[in-house]
T-cell receptor, first 117, second 113 residues
Framework: GAVVSQHPSRVICKSGTSVKIECRSL??????MFWYRQFPKQSLMLMAT?????????EQGVEKDKFLINHASLTLSTLTVTSAHPEDSSFYIC?????????????FGPGTRLTVL | GENVEQHPSTLSVQEGDSAVIKCTYS??????FPWYKQELGKRPQLIID?????GEKKDQRIAVTLNKTAKHFSLHITETQPEDSAVYFC????????????FGRGTSLIVHP
């Protein structure tokens, strides 16, 4: 199946700083990528849909000024958590679908564990 | 929008037993139903999927059944092994649209040796 990478895998930062997480599709071009947040023992919560060359679409309740998404190329989407606070600590996962495939399968990145001190 | 309910939230079985996880969905436009397995701290991995034009699909010890009329689908794992222990998520997607899957809350499967 298609491969999606994510970097960094873990990050620890101080409260008030910003953190950038990268999501890359390695062997296909993704016009759309998705960003999820997952709390311990909970399901995947969709935060936003990242659209190449246009603004991201945010889910209700997700602050677009706090979670900045940029999808500047067909293989890279970034999520920047601005002015991070301890409550932003979570597991962030991106996913993408290979549009050249007839399948509807979403392929997930390995996730980024963010800890805000 | 789509609503996916998943049960049970926790399932504990003995090695060798079968495990069944059930999901229901609300949007009749949904036509693609993947199942993901997520081990602790790792990414969700697709283990099997089914489309609405098929009633059942099997892959070795794993099978999925779909009842479109009742809007429910189930994951069946036979001859469970300790390495099957993980959290399993079902999802429902409407093809041809945004392809955004709606996930169930997950089932924590524990297989005791």
């Amino acid at each position: 199946g298609a491969v999606v990478s994510q970097h960094p895998s873990r990050v620890i930062c101080k409260s008030g700083t910003s953190v950038k997480i990268e999501c890359r599709s390695l062997d296909f071009q993704a016009t759309t990528m998705f960003w999820y947040r997952q709390f311990p023992k909970q399901s995947l919560m969709l935060m936003a849909t990242s659209n190449e060359g246009s603004k991201a679409t945010y889910e209700q309740g997700v602050e677009k000024d706090k979670f900045l998404i940029n999808h500047a190329s067909l293989t890279l989407s970034t999520l920047t958590v601005t002015s991070a606070h301890p409550e932003d600590s979570s597991f962030y996962i991106c996913s993408a679908r290979d549009p050249s495939s007839f399948a509807d399968t979403q392929y997930f990145g390995p996730g980024t564990r963010l800890t805000v001190l | 929008g789509e609503n996916v309910e998943q049960h049970p939230s926790t399932l504990s079985v003995q090695e060798g037993d079968s495990a069944v996880i059930k999901c229901t969905y609300s949007d009749s436009a949904s036509n693609y139903f993947p199942w993901y397995k997520q081990e602790l701290g790792k990414r969700p991995q697709l283990i099997i999927d089914i489309r609405s034009n098929v009633g059942e699909k099997k892959d070795q010890r794993i099978a999925v059944t779909l009842n479109k009329t009742a809007k429910h689908f189930s994951l069946h794992i036979t001859e469970t092994q300790p390495e099957d222990s993980a959290v399993y998520f079902c999802a429902a997607t409407a093809s041809g649209g945004s392809y955004i899957p709606t996930f169930g809350r997950g089932t924590s499967l524990i297989v005791h040796p």
